[in-house]
């Protein structure tokens, strides 16, 4: 997917074995010289022997350090990561998108509620919405949006039209805790908590506004 300012440049698509949504190059993270050379060699025992390590074993050490490398948390209740889902299966194969409202505390990100970007442009492969907008709401925490491959990880677009402090990717087929996915500004992918549900009948609230002007939008 590719969420970004309006525009008609299109994005890399979304379907199918054709679609390539990489993540960002890993020379592109905060790596330290330390742990690059950590990574290259090892003593072993007694007599400073060193070992060899592969390519192969770097480049796990190099996600891993990146996963790990934050404490921060993304809590969002049931019935709005079901609201999500119901929104992505019902534009499915379009991509859907939605911006994030929540609190930030510390290192935890709680959202509590979801917002309808006006004028938005839900396609096959990407999405556009005007991020102008929405420059002085500071109630929102981020965004959300499809990917119909099932791929949750971050493409470059996504990261270049980064918007607010968390970038939520939910995937095909958009059902359970692992299709969803969330990440920081820096591409590393956060913990993301399921909490009780909130109450509300969120699902009801979107139908009319949500899904019946997405269906005016493509027909």
């Known amino acids: 997917m590719g969420f970004e300012p309006m525009r008609t440049r299109r994005s890399t698509g979304s379907q199918g074995p054709r679609v390539n949504h990489s993540a960002i190059p890993a020379h592109k993270y905060p790596i330290s010289i330390s742990l690059v050379l ?9 007599r400073g022997a060193r070992k060899k ?22 809590e969002i209740p049931q019935d ?49 919405f005007n991020p102008y907008l929405f420059s002085g709401d500071f109630s929102l925490v981020g965004t959300v949006h499809s990917h119909p491959s099932g791929n949750i990880s971050p493409s470059n ?6 918007f607010g402090r968390i970038l939520m990717i939910v995937g095909y087929p958009f059902q359970g805790n ?36 997405s269906e005016e939008d493509f027909k």
């Open 38 to 46: 950590k990574m290259f060699t090892e003593r072993v025992g007694n």
């Open 53 to 74: 390590i592969s390519v192969k074993d770097i480049n796990l050490q190099l996600v891993n350090s990146v996963v790990m490398a934050t404490s921060m948390r993304v």
């Open 80 to 128: 709005i990561m079901d609201t999500i889902y119901a929104g992505a299966r019902q534009l499915y194969p379009r991509e859907s998108f939605l911006l994030l409202r929540g609190k930030s505390k510390k290192d935890i990100i709680k959202i509590n509620d979801l917002v309808l970007a006006p004028f938005t442009a839900h396609g096959h492969g990407s999405v556009h």
């Open 157 to 162: 677009v996504d990261m270049n039209y980064f």
């Open 178 to 213: 692992s299709c969803v996915a969330a990440y920081n500004c820096k591409a590393e992918r956060l913990p993301v908590v399921i909490t009780a549900p909130t109450g509300r009948d969120l699902q009801k609230e979107f139908e009319e506004e949500f899904y019946e002007d």
